[in-house]
């Protein structure tokens, strides 16, 4: 069983960054992909960043630009810098690891992300 373990979030001003990070207790090489989603009050789910690969990485249109997103299979580490913040970026955001093979997609708990104007 895989536990992922989000860090990072915090309260930050309009333009301000953050940079969340993920833990996995167990090989993110043995995931087909790896993603970063939120969830803001009363509104779905929402993936914002998808890493298929080492390097490919597909945000989602509204981030694009400002997020960047990579991981280091080496260390079960997965990261995403969320810059110049604005106030429809307010969620928790979530980690997550896809086996395909296993039919299973791992969550952490979430970390909050809160802008102030």
């Known amino acids: 069983q895989v536990q992922l373990v989000e860090s990072g979030g915090g309260l930050v001003q309009a333009g301000g960054s953050l940079r969340l990070s993920c833990s996995a207790s167990?090989?993110?090489?043995?995931?087909?992909?790896l993603g970063w989603y939120r969830q803001a009050p009363g509104k779905a789910r929402e993936s914002v960043a998808t890493l298929t690969g080492v390097v490919l990485v597909n945000y989602l249109d509204s981030v694009k630009g400002r997020f960047t997103s990579s991981s280091d299979n080496a260390m079960n580490m997965m990261y995403i810098t969320v810059n110049n913040l604005k106030p429809e970026d307010p969620a928790v955001y979530y980690c997550?690891?896809?086996?395909?093979?296993?039919?299973?997609?791992?969550w952490g708990q979430g970390t909050q992300v809160t802008v102030s104007s």
């Open positions: 167990g090989s993110f090489s043995s995931m087909d992909a």
């Open positions: 997550s690891g896809k086996r395909t093979d296993l039919g299973t997609v791992y």
